[in-house]
């Protein structure tokens, strides 16, 4: 079992930057592959971008490519999404997610464990 707290949202200009964090509880955080994923009112949860369990795999939805950056420290027990040049289309509450399979999983069904989300708006 595995709790997971985002933070780091807020409001940001479109071509700035923002950094997102979720720490997970336990000490078993480096058996977890790591996602984010986003989420808009009515619409389905969507794929942002995830690292494998010993991070050498990265997977990043094309619209977030060159622009994102997810990385993560397990001594910290942490993942970190780093938003550049942020566009107001990225506006979206964003989830940060693990999944017990190693690999670095686009699909939210390979997830186990959600954070409660944490909102970010891109103004223009």
């Known amino acids: 079992q595995v709790q997971l707290v985002e933070s780091g949202g807020g409001l940001v200009q479109a071509g700035g930057s923002l950094g997102l964090s979720c720490a997970a509880s336990?000490?078993?955080?480096?058996?977890?592959?790591m996602g984010w994923f986003r989420q808009s009112p009515g619409k389905e949860r969507e794929f942002v971008a995830a690292r494998s369990l010993g991070g050498v795999t990265t997977h990043y939805a094309e619209s977030v490519k060159e622009r994102f950056t997810i990385s993560r420290d397990n001594d910290k027990n942490t993942v970190y999404l780093q938003m550049n040049s942020p566009k107001p289309e990225d506006t979206d509450v964003y989830y940060c997610?693990?999944?017990?399979?190693?690999?670095?999983?686009?699909?939210?069904?390979?997830?186990?464990?959600w954070g409660q989300g944490t909102q970010v708006t891109v103004s223009s």
């Open positions: 997610a693990a999944s017990r399979t190693p690999l670095a999983g686009t699909k939210e069904g390979q997830y186990d464990y």
């Open positions: 336990g000490r078993t955080f480096g058996r977890y592959a």
